[in-house]
Structures are given as C-alpha cells and as structure tokens.
C-alpha cells in the first residue's frame, strides 16, 4: 500500500518527504531502497508477502496499489 510519500528523482542523498511537504525522519526502507530510477512512490508491502511491511519505491501509477490515510 502507498503509505504518502515519495522520493525526489536522482537526488544523493535520496530525499524522502510526506504527502503534506513534512521530511520523513523515520523511515522503513528495505535495504538498496529507494530506488528512484524505478519509481519515486513509497510502498509498504504487507505483513504476510515476503518484504515483510518493509517500505520499498515504485511507480506511482499502480492502481492496484491501497492508500493509508489520517483523519484527526
């Protein structure tokens, strides 16, 4: 699932930020991750698959993909 980040494209260090502009000073990424070349979308992948809720980078245009959303 998109969890409401994403990375800046080529940047070194990878630049990771929220869906609302904030820096993301936590993060989850699987090792190597993010890979901006592939997509600069932050996923989390579930428990249950083999990454194991690790985050990951991909395109932004997977459809099949769910969102994690905040309501206050």
Same mark, same amino acid.
């Given at each position: 699932?998109?969890?409401?980040?994403?990375?800046?494209?080529?940047?070194?260090?990878?630049?990771?930020?929220?869906?609302?502009?904030?820096?993301?000073? =936590?993060?989850?990424?699987?090792?190597? =991750?993010?890979?901006?070349?592939?997509?600069?979308?932050? =996923?989390?992948?579930?428990?249950?698959?083999?990454?194991?809720?690790?985050?990951?980078?991909?395109?932004?245009?997977?459809?099949?993909?769910?969102?994690?959303?905040?309501?206050?």
């Amino acid at each position: 699932m998109w969890i409401g980040a994403s990375c800046e494209v080529n940047k070194q260090p990878k630049k990771c930020i929220w869906d609302d502009g904030s820096a993301i000073d =936590y993060n989850n990424f699987l090792p190597g =991750y993010p890979v901006t070349n592939i997509g600069s979308c932050v =996923y989390l992948d579930s428990m249950n698959q083999p990454l194991k809720g690790k985050w990951i980078s991909a395109t932004c245009g997977l459809d099949e993909y769910h969102a994690v959303c905040e309501a206050n």
